[in-house]
């Protein structure tokens, strides 16, 4: 199996790798990259802790050959925050006890970016209908909602 | 469960041609990618370790859901589940395929995974082969040097295997236009919303003066393919609406089936619901139909 180079663009920086086809993103991401905020749960596509966006859409980089990627623009739970100023739905999380052990949330907060910038207002069943493809073991998922109602009415006051 | 994917040559063709040569070259040991919704996963749990994988990334023209309830829908192989989910035309035109994908409860899923892979993999479960059989869908698969059209009844032949040979793959799939007076509706029963359905049924009913002209009722989960049941059906066509008696014609359709006892459910559980699902179908269907 040949090795390739190939460029990926994760949270606006550019990194040119040697890759195998068998190399998945979120291997990438943790091993070659060292950015460990994405995480491997199931590996089988069920869980969604590995969920990054690709190009805006949400992904599973568990189950994502990282050469079908390159040339994307990645963002990972690494690429919200702006030096030490959280994104607000990371804020809302935080301010709602929504996190737990932490490892269902950079999945959880990624997709709810996704929801937010969809839809801008969602109802409670909309938020739970978008986060139906991540788990969280911990939390009862109550808390959770709760936080991206909560970020959808802080982003619709200026933020991003 | 493994961490690490075995080794494979990958592909990047152009052109539907391309993938069709690479497929033969290789002669059933190469897989084609679109979305990797369940190649990959199957790959990490070795299930499948296919030496060549032959993405569809690059091959241009593929992503489309073009049409409505007036010229037909035609869905691009590429297309993911979530955009035909999200298509007006679905939305408005076939509200019962959008209720079929808007059921499925992973949105990653749905954006990675595409519609015509779903039909490939050929679950007997599928929801959306379910829907789309009792929508009357046609399947283009592309060989050697021809397209053929496939009605989706005649698709499917066991449990993951269809009548694609290996150098074959789907390029389209299309659903007829919705004449007036025609309402469809989509059931499931699952453990918790995530799981995939222990019991399913689709019905799609036309209707013209007050007269049943057409029905398809499907099944799925409930034999070794998603089922279609005509004698079911054949009591429903050319019948006055007021006179249809939905109950025996779900009991009809509940002794087409042969379900199996599984992790999900049990034989004579399914069997039940079958026959549960489908009298609520077809009165939904009925109720579209006339709106």
């Keep these: 199996m040949k090795k390739q180079v190939a460029n990926f663009i994760v949270n606006g920086r550019a990194y040119e790798l040697l890759i195998e086809p068998r190399t998945t993103l979120l291997e990438l991401l943790r091993n070659e990259i060292g950015l460990t905020g994405t995480k491997y749960g199931c590996g ?12 805006g859409k949400s992904t599973l980089s568990c189950s994502t050959l990282a050469i079908t990627v390159r040339d994307k623009e990645i963002l990972t739970i690494e690429g919200l925050a702006q030096g030490t100023v959280l994104h607000p739905i990371q804020q809302a999380f935080v301010d709602y006890g929504a996190v737990q052990c932490g490892y269902c949330t950079p999945g959880m907060i990624l997709t709810s970016k996704v929801l937010l910038d969809e839809n801008p207002s969602p109802t409670r069943e909309e938020v739970k209908e978008a986060l139906g493809g991540n788990l969280c073991r911990c939390t009862g998922y109550v808390k959770i909602i709760d936080a991206v109602l909560h970020a959808a009415e802080t982003r619709g006051k200026g933020d991003k | 469960m493994y961490r690490v994917l075995r080794p494979f040559e990958y592909f ?6 391309e993938v069709v040569e690479i497929l033969s070259r290789y002669d059933g040991k190469a897989k084609v990618l679109a979305g990797g919704m369940d190649l990959v996963p199957k790959m990490r749990r070795r299930d499948l370790s296919p030496e060549y994988i032959i993405s569809l990334q690059r091959v241009k023209g593929l992503d489309y859901v073009n049409g409505d309830g007036k010229t037909g829908l035609q869905i691009g192989a590429l297309a993911s589940l979530r955009s035909v989910e999200l298509s007006p035309a679905v939305v408005w035109d076939y509200i019962s395929l959008y209720e079929a994908i808007h059921q499925i409860a992973s949105v990653q899923v749905k954006t990675n995974g595409t519609l015509v892979g779903n039909l490939c993999v050929a679950t007997p479960a599928s929801d959306v082969a379910t829907i789309l059989m009792a929508l009357g869908a046609t399947l283009k698969v592309a060989g050697t040097g021809r397209v053929k059209d496939v009605p989706i009844e005649d698709f499917f032949t066991g449990p993951g295997r269809t009548i694609m040979a290996t150098n074959e793959i789907v390029t389209e799939v299309s659903v007829p236009e919705v004449p007036p007076g ?12 995530e799981d995939i359905a222990k019991v399913s049924a689709a019905v799609v009913i036309t209707t013209a003066n007050a007269v049943c002209q057409t029905a398809k009722i499907a099944l799925g989960a409930v034999a070794p393919t998603p089922l279609r049941c005509h004698q079911a059906e ?7 609406l007021e006179s249809i008696d939905s109950e025996l014609v779900a009991q009809l359709a509940a002794d087409a089936c042969a379900p ?4 999900r459910s049990d034989a004579e559980y399914r069997k039940d619901m079958a026959r549960v699902l489908t009298r609520r179908a077809i009165e939904r269907a009925l109720e579209r139909a006339k709106s």
């Design chain 2, 182 to 193: 025609t309402g469809g509706a989509f059931l499931n029963l699952t453990r918790v919303k």
């Design chain 1, 44 to 55: 089988t596509a069920d869980c969604g802790a590995c969920t990054v966006l690709v190009d």
């Design chain 2, 12 to 17: 990047e063709p152009t052109t539907v041609a």
């Design chain 2, 234 to 240: 054949a009591l429903l066509t050319g019948k006055k």
């Design chain 2, 260 to 263: 199996i006892t599984d992790l």
